[in-house]
């Protein structure tokens, strides 16, 4: 199985050990839900899915999208080698969920400060194995 570890500073401060996840979060602008859907493929986060309920302030869904249960929904298809997520006052805390449990970054993090970054990474069992936080 593979392993996402969350990272602030540096530091390994939670992992999950899953090869597929949901970030969530809502947009600081629109007030609107924003969920990305992503696997791990070959040490990379791939971003099998994203889905928002509305468009505007930049987050207009492309042409390929379609909507279904009230959000827009669509195939990006692309590949990362980590998310940098800042927390952010504005939007709240993002939610990560992993085979139906959803959690907040801040409690899994201990990030919840303005400003604060939280690096999601696909990680090695090893590593997350050595780490403190997991």
């Known amino acids: 199985m593979d392993v ?3 990272v602030v500073a540096g ?3 939670s992992t999950l050990p899953t ?3 949901t970030l969530a979060w809502d947009h600081s602008v629109q007030k609107t839900r924003w969920e990305e859907r992503y696997r791990i493929d070959g040490g990379a986060l791939v971003l099998v899915e994203a889905r928002v309920q509305g468009s505007g302030a930049g987050m207009e869904p492309p042409p390929d999208a ?5 959000m ?3 195939q990006p298809n692309t590949r990362h080698t980590e998310l940098r997520l800042t927390q952010s006052s504005f939007a709240g805390d993002y939610t990560i969920c992993d085979g139906g449990h959803c959690t907040g970054m801040s409690e899994l993090t201990g990030a919840a400060d303005d400003g ?3 690096t999601v990474r696909a990680c090695s069992r090893e ?3 050595g780490s ?3």
Request: hydrophobic share 45%.
């Open 4 to 6: 996402i570890c969350l």
């Open 11 to 13: 530091v390994i401060r």
């Open 19 to 21: 090869s597929e996840f």
């Open 66 to 70: 379609h909507h279904d249960h009230g």
């Open 72 to 74: 827009w929904t669509w």
């Open 116 to 118: 604060t970054i939280v």
């Open 127 to 129: 590593t997350a194995a």
């Open 132 to 134: 403190a936080g997991g």
